[in-house]
């Protein structure tokens, strides 16, 4: 399983644009990236998922180069609700694969009024 | 959405005891289900990968006979912490695949239970 690197955290304000960039420099042809959200004493929450380029949904946007190296998680006007914890994994698919997640540091952003 | 259940949400039990945690999915069948353990300010760290009709598979370093996993049913997985010790107390999350979810190996996560031994 392709091991990730994030900043420990991030502080941003109300109405801002916050990226965060995850690094997966041994990432395989055959993983995905995904983002989850944890909120304290929550289980964590799906947020975004892709392969390549770029993947939008209704609460992100997700951008992975072309070399799939790294890939950054885009929050449009954060408010103090997006206040938690972001994690960043790869993984692949395939008859080999258990599904398992392995969970990095992950990056808490803290969004200030 | 998937929705994964746990319960209880919150267990306060004494050294020595033992405490069985449950997860359900309520919506979806789940082959596979996932423990993870989390201590305060730390990341989820995957415990076992809980296999529906067979034994569980444990990471490394997890003791299997202290956290007994049985995944009896497609909907319920449990969690048993045999003879609990304050070093157990911690936030204990399920998580469940769904195979027929549109994303790949996306994972719907329990609530989480929170563990206290005294």
């Known amino acids: 399983l392709a091991k990730t690197t994030q900043p420990i955290s991030m502080d941003s304000y109300e109405g801002q644009e916050v990226n965060i960039t995850c690094s997966h420099n041994?990432?395989?042809?055959?993983?995905?990236i995904t983002w989850y959200q944890q909120f304290p004493s929550q289980g964590p929450r799906f947020i975004i998922q892709?392969?390549?380029t770029k993947v939008t949904n209704e609460v992100a946007s997700l951008f992975i180069p072309a070399d799939r190296k790294s890939s950054t998680l885009s929050l449009p006007r954060v408010s103090l609700s997006d206040t938690a914890v972001y994690y960043c994994l790869v993984g692949g698919h395939g008859s080999g694969n258990t599904g398992k997640l392995i969970f990095g540091q992950g990056t808490t952003l803290q969004v200030k009024p | 959405g998937a929705v994964v259940s746990q319960h209880p949400s919150w267990v306060i039990c004494k050294s020595g005891t033992s405490v069985k945690i449950e997860c359900r999915s309520l919506d979806f069948q789940a082959t596979t289900m996932f423990w993870y353990r989390q201590f305060p300010k730390q990341s989820l760290m995957l415990m076992a990968t809980s296999n529906e009709g067979s034994k569980a598979t444990y990471e490394q370093g997890v003791e299997k006979d202290k956290f007994l996993i049985n995944h009896a049913s497609l909907t319920l997985s449990t969690l048993t912490v045999t003879s609990a010790h304050p070093e157990d107390s911690s936030f204990y999350i399920c998580?469940?695949?769904?195979?027929?979810?549109?994303?790949?190996?996306?994972?719907?996560f329990g609530p989480g239970t929170r563990l206290t031994v005294l």
């Open positions: 892709g392969y390549k």
């Open positions: 998580s469940a695949r769904d195979l027929g979810a549109g994303r790949y190996n996306e994972q719907f």
């Open positions: 041994n990432i395989a042809t055959n993983d995905y």
